[in-house]
């Protein structure tokens, strides 16, 4: 991704159209013009990929996006690139700004092929032996199914094994969702323009997209840096915000936090919350459990406290209440859910713990599941963490429509409870009421194994106990739980690490975010 020093908001299709319409209509930025400086910062990409130069395919569409790979053919010709330009529709449907740019490239030596020409099916049938192909379909207002020439061409490119460059999004990517409408360009590459879009970041687009970037391409920065309804987090924002240790500071003052986790099935939960949060710069760490789970904390992290529980049938009973309770004012901020199970014992014990607490709080996995099944959430200051089946189950709906658009789902999630609200999957949102989403860039598919969100839980709730508020603490907490699995993915693979690598590396991984804060 391009670096930028303000922050990088991501924008819908429509929020796009808009901007580019201001940029023409209030700043004197012609159409034509950022049209040329799109396909130019194609083009660089391009030249990144092919150095030497080589054969390239330019399939365009009708639309803006096909004047765009108009500008990358005739750019491409000059710097003596082998350019094949193939139109997924007829001369007399473009419009008028690709119209425009098709004649220029035309008069420069690109000889665009439309569908009704017989060699255009010839030339599409022999991709394989192309060095590269631009993908100039269909740009950010697709929304229907693909078919026709277009679908064509998609199924053709991705049949031919040939890298692609996308050119803004790949062509049927709905931009909005990242849904797939019908057919979908595989990208190796894809170059969006202005500001990033939300297709990045969910659904099919999400991994079809491949390696992208942005290019501004001369739309104004105030544009640019209006707020929209999502941004993306970067590390300069973190730094600033993570607590610093005064240098006469005590354990007491760096933030003390109660974990109400594990069972006797599932003991290794509190042990890597606790793990991480004593890593992640706790300075009193109690975990509150059953026996099991106490020796168990007790053997694996000997920083911390132990308030044992009773228990019914290895799992912490209705009783345990009050003992909590009795030791609330000691905790700063409190982990409830990993591996505490949802048996009727635990349900009762949350029921009773939450009608009267009153510290920050991140509500975690099973915790999640009490709340889906009726128990009302505490009136304080709260974290929810979910992953997809967790959301499913909190707003009562199918997995597979909470990923159709996570966004909008975070936004549902927000509405109903009120509370700070993170959504776990790559690139994990971060939602609150009257603030802009976050979404986090780091992290990486190593992660996808048990015990992560454990860790997590530990890292917000320490960032909760050292007076962050939830939706700092949220934001913060997911960048620097992936920035410790990129770590991790660096210095061990990027397959075959544990959520307990990822908690030891928590500590290298704040020291490179503020350094880096600090360097620039």
Not at 206 to 235: F, K
Not at 249 to 254: E, I, L, M, V
Request: glycine share 10%; proline share 5%.
């Amino acid at each position: 991704m391009e670096e930028r020093k303000t922050p990088m908001w991501i924008a819908t299709a429509e929020h796009s159209r808009h901007i580019d319409r201001r940029a023409t209509e209030e700043f004197g930025v012609p159409a034509k013009v950022l049209m040329e400086r799109a396909g130019l910062a194609v083009f660089d990409a391009i030249r990144e990929m092919l150095p030497n130069g080589g054969r390239i395919t330019v399939f365009c569409g009708k639309g803006n996006n096909g004047g765009d790979g108009f500008v990358i053919a005739r750019v491409a010709l000059d710097h003596q690139f082998a350019v094949d330009c193939l139109v997924a529709a007829e001369e007399s449907d473009l419009t008028p700004d690709a119209m425009e740019q098709m004649r220029i490239a035309k008069a420069q030596g690109v000889h665009p092929i439309f569908t009704s020409d017989a060699r255009w099916h010839r030339k599409a049938e022999c991709l394989g032996c192309r060095d590269l192909i631009v993908d100039a379909l269909l740009g950010t207002g697709a929304r229907c199914e693909v078919k026709g020439a277009v679908k064509d061409a998609i199924q053709m490119i991705n049949r031919s094994g040939v890298p692609v460059v996308s050119v803004d999004v790949p062509s049927g990517i709905c931009s909005n969702t990242g849904e797939e409408l019908g057919e979908s360009i595989w990208a190796l590459r894809t170059v969006t323009f202005g500001m990033p879009k939300r297709f990045l970041f969910e659904g099919t687009g999400l991994e079809h997209s491949g390696y992208w970037t942005v290019s501004e391409i001369g739309i104004p920065s105030v544009l640019l840096n209006e707020p929209t309804a999502a941004r993306l987090i970067d590390s300069d924002w973190v730094a600033n915000l993570l607590p610093e240790r005064l240098r006469d500071s005590h354990k007491g003052d760096n933030g003390s936090l109660l974990i109400v986790a594990g069972s006797r099935s599932m003991r290794g939960a509190a042990c890597l919350a606790a793990r991480a949060a004593i890593r992640s710069g706790a300075g009193l760490v109690t975990v509150a459990g059953t026996s099991d789970v106490c020796a168990a904390v007790s053997a694996s992290v000997p920083e911390a406290i132990l308030l044992p529980l009773p228990e019914t049938n290895g799992v912490i009973s209705a009783d345990a209440a009050q003992i909590v309770l009795d030791n609330r004012s000691k905790y700063h901020s409190a982990l409830f859910g990993p591996g505490l199970t949802h048996e009727t014992p635990v349900l009762d014990f949350l029921s009773k713990v939450w009608s009267e607490w009153q510290r920050p709080c991140v509500i975690d996995a099973d915790a999640l599941t009490a709340v889906s099944e009726g128990i009302p959430l505490p009136t304080a200051e709260c974290v929810l963490t979910p992953h997809p089946g967790e959301m499913s189950r909190l707003l009562h709906t199918s997995i597979a429509e909470i990923q159709s658009d996570r966004f909008r789902t975070v936004s549902q999630a927000v509405d109903q409870f009120g509370q700070c609200v993170l959504l776990k999957g790559p690139y994990t949102i971060v939602g609150e009421p009257g603030q802009p989403m976050m979404v986090n860039c780091t992290g990486n598919s190593g992660m996808a194994t048990a015990g992560m969100g454990d860790v997590l839980g530990g890292i917000i709730a320490t960032l909760l106990a050292q007076d962050l508020p939830s939706y700092y603490a949220a934001s913060c907490g997911m960048f620097w739980h992936g920035a410790s699995g990129d770590l991790c993915s660096t210095e061990i693979g990027p397959i075959g690490y544990s959520a307990g690598d990822v908690a030891d590396t928590l500590a290298k991984a704040r020291c490179r975010i503020v350094s880096a804060c600090h360097r620039k």
